[in-house]
């Protein structure tokens, strides 16, 4: 049977959809990977707002004759998902669609009543994706599949199967496939990789869909591949690819269990010693109490050559990180002298933070920027203005608040603009600040010219129809280029 994925971006490279192979996203890649194995014929469709969908999609259907489509959605994706959808009905009304990922498993009312929409999946999709092809396959009506909602083409009547329990072992999971995304990849010399560590976050932070979709199914939602697991995939990844330089290991803490995360670490170093040239390691890391003053942690970093993590700060405001966004509990002094010692023992370290929150002030914001100038970030700092994402407690409580601007109905300024209207941040007050933010916390310790360039990025992000302008652009020129 014919499958087509589609995975869409809205900010994306200037020459293709992905940077690097460190971009490639996992929860579409399972899909597409887990349907390749069970025998079908799988495509990879990555859509921007530069791609002339009607004109792909016609010609993909014509070409590859597809019986199902999968559409994946965060919330801020939705807008060009409905428009891929819609327009695929469009052109063969008998085909089946379903949608998956965070924004339809919280909102599954809303997804099913799309009207090119068949199936909603709610929850982990691998194992309800492939009962849904063999049923299609088979001719039947798709029906009693766990973890989707399935829309009666006839009566319109909506079938609420329920949902399976996440996934226990994750190494019963395939490596995904990679060959798929190398046309939609720019920058093939950068040889960073993301490889999966973990499913599921121990923290319920109100901005982020984590709380909501532990909540989905029953069973562990916070689980971990066997460090033996882990490696047998970058080995796969070296064969793929000899000059593979940085795995970055990719879960929401890599600190939640330490004694799997020294297990994992050890396991690590075993491996780089079969190696003539040792591979380096990210990951993400949320500060707590196990881990501030944690020497033997950081040493255990550096023996395995884990050599950058990323950490969230978020705000610099210890009473907007306790009250509004409900971040493990930790004083700033915590984070400065766990970024110390990251410095003495040479681990480099992104900051995360957010601007714009609700409930946050100019004097909030400031306490962020000097923390964050104490922390001195070495690897940077990942600076987004704050978007409320539907099916967050921080959503709803901006929706309470009524702060929720015009400019919250489109995605459009995700991360980059304000659409709150706050009393005490105004939305230029907000914008100024992220534009000069870099600015303000590397004066003096970065030169001059690192400064002016990361300024204007930050510049152009925060007037997207300019981006995108600019993005066609440069995207013409390439494809011009390519042709000639």
Same mark, same amino acid.
């Given at each position: 049977?014919?499958?087509?994925?589609?995975?869409?971006?809205?900010?994306?490279?200037?020459?293709?959809?992905?940077?690097?192979?460190?971009?490639?996203?996992?929860?579409?890649?399972?899909?597409?990977?887990?349907?390749?194995?069970?025998?079908?014929?799988? *495509?990879?469709?990555?859509?921007?707002?530069?791609?002339?969908?009607?004109?792909?999609?016609?010609? =993909?259907?014509?070409?590859?004759?597809?019986?199902?489509?999968?559409?994946?959605?965060?919330?801020?994706?939705?807008?060009?998902?409905?428009?891929?959808?819609?327009?695929?009905?469009?052109?063969?009304?008998?085909?089946?669609?379903?949608?998956?990922?965070?924004?339809?498993?919280?909102?599954?009312?809303?997804?099913?009543?799309?009207?090119?929409?068949?199936?909603?999946?709610?929850?982990?999709?691998?194992?309800?994706?492939?009962?849904?092809?063999?049923?299609?396959?088979?001719?039947?009506?798709?029906?009693? @599949?766990?973890?989707?909602? @399935? *829309?009666?083409?006839?009566?319109?009547?909506?079938?609420? !199967?329920?949902?399976?329990?996440?996934?226990?072992?994750?190494? !019963?999971?395939?490596?995904?496939?990679?060959?798929?995304?190398?046309?939609?990849?720019?920058? *093939?010399?950068?040889?960073?990789?993301?490889?999966?560590?973990?499913?599921?976050?121990?923290?319920?932070?109100?901005?982020?869909?984590?709380?909501?979709?532990? *909540?989905?199914?029953?069973?562990?939602?916070?689980?971990?591949?066997?460090?033996?697991?882990?490696?047998?995939?970058?080995?796969?990844?070296?064969?793929?690819?000899?000059?593979?330089?940085?795995?970055?290991?990719?879960?929401?803490?890599?600190?939640? !269990?330490?004694?799997?995360?020294?297990?994992?670490?050890?396991?690590?170093?075993?491996?780089?010693?079969?190696?003539?040239?040792? =591979?380096?390691?990210?990951?993400?890391?949320?500060?707590?109490?196990? @881990?501030?003053?944690?020497?033997?942690?950081?040493?255990?970093?550096?023996?395995?050559?884990?050599?950058?993590?990323? @950490?969230?700060?978020?705000?610099?405001?210890?009473?907007?990180?306790?009250?509004?966004?409900?971040?493990?509990?930790?004083?700033?002094?915590?984070?400065?002298?766990?970024?110390?010692?990251?410095?003495?023992?040479?681990?480099?370290?992104?900051? !995360?933070?957010?601007?714009?929150?609700?409930?946050?002030?100019?004097?909030?914001?400031?306490?962020?920027?000097?923390?964050?100038?104490?922390?001195?970030?070495?690897?940077?700092?990942?600076?987004?203005?704050?978007?409320?994402?539907?099916?967050?407690?921080?959503?709803?409580?901006?929706?309470?608040?009524?702060?929720?601007?015009?400019?919250?109905?489109?995605?459009?300024?995700?991360?980059?603009?304000?659409?709150?209207?706050?009393?005490?941040?105004?939305?230029?007050?907000?914008?100024?600040?992220?534009?000069?933010?870099?600015?303000?916390?590397?004066?003096?310790?970065?030169?001059?010219?690192?400064?002016?360039?990361?300024?204007?990025?930050?510049?152009?992000?925060?007037?997207?129809?300019?981006?995108?302008?600019?993005?066609?652009?440069?995207?013409?020129?390439?494809?011009?280029?390519?042709?000639?």
């Amino acid at each position: 049977m014919n499958v087509v994925c589609v995975y869409s971006l809205s900010t994306f490279s200037l020459k293709k959809e992905l940077y690097s192979p460190g971009d490639i996203p996992f929860g579409i890649s399972f899909i597409a990977t887990i349907l390749k194995q069970a025998g079908h014929n799988v *495509k990879l469709v990555v859509v921007t707002p530069t791609t002339p969908l009607e004109k792909k999609l016609q010609a =993909l259907i014509d070409d590859f004759n597809p019986d199902l489509f999968c559409l994946t959605a965060v919330s801020s994706q939705i807008p060009i998902i409905k428009q891929v959808g819609e327009i695929i009905k469009n052109i063969d009304p008998s085909v089946f669609i379903v949608l998956g990922g965070a924004h339809p498993t919280l909102n599954p009312e809303e997804v099913i009543n799309y009207d090119f929409a068949n199936a909603v999946c709610v929850g982990e999709g691998e194992d309800a994706v492939i009962e849904l092809s063999r049923q299609i396959e088979s001719g039947i009506n798709p029906a009693g @599949i766990h973890n989707l909602w @399935i *829309k009666d083409p006839g009566s319109g009547t909506i079938e609420q !199967n329920p949902t399976r329990p996440f996934h226990d072992d994750l190494d !019963n999971l395939p490596f995904i496939d990679r060959e798929m995304w190398e046309p939609y990849i720019s920058n *093939k010399k950068d040889m960073i990789y993301t490889v999966l560590a973990g499913r599921g976050c121990p923290n319920r932070c109100t901005y982020c869909s984590n709380h909501a979709l532990a *909540k989905v199914t029953t069973g562990r939602y916070v689980r971990f591949r066997s460090p033996d697991n882990i490696v047998a995939e970058i080995q796969s990844l070296i064969k793929h690819d000899p000059l593979v330089e940085t795995v970055f290991l990719e879960t929401e803490t890599l600190g939640v !269990n330490l004694k799997y995360t020294h297990r994992l670490l050890d396991r690590l170093i075993e491996f780089n010693k079969t190696l003539t040239k040792p =591979l380096k390691f990210g990951t993400n890391l949320a500060l707590t109490t196990k @881990i501030q003053n944690n020497r033997e942690l950081l040493q255990a970093f550096k023996d395995a050559n884990l050599d950058f993590f990323r @950490i969230g700060l978020e705000s610099g405001s210890e009473k907007v990180r306790q009250e509004i966004l409900n971040r493990p509990k930790y004083y700033n002094k915590d984070l400065i002298e766990f970024c110390r010692l990251a410095r003495e023992f040479d681990v480099k370290y992104t900051i !995360n933070l957010l601007i714009g929150l609700p409930g946050e002030t100019i004097e909030d914001f400031q306490e962020t920027v000097d923390i964050t100038r104490k922390c001195r970030p070495t690897f940077g700092v990942s600076v987004n203005i704050f978007f409320p994402y539907p099916g967050t407690r921080l959503f709803d409580l901006c929706k309470e608040q009524n702060l929720l601007g015009e400019k919250s109905r489109t995605t459009i300024f995700e991360r980059t603009a304000t659409v709150l209207e706050l009393p005490g941040f105004s939305p230029w007050q907000v914008k100024k600040e992220f534009i000069l933010f870099y600015y303000k916390v590397y004066k003096g310790y970065k030169p001059w010219y690192d400064i002016a360039a990361k300024t204007i990025r930050y510049t152009i992000d925060t007037f997207p129809t300019v981006k995108r302008f600019l993005s066609k652009i440069v995207h013409f020129k390439s494809v011009l280029f390519s042709r000639g």
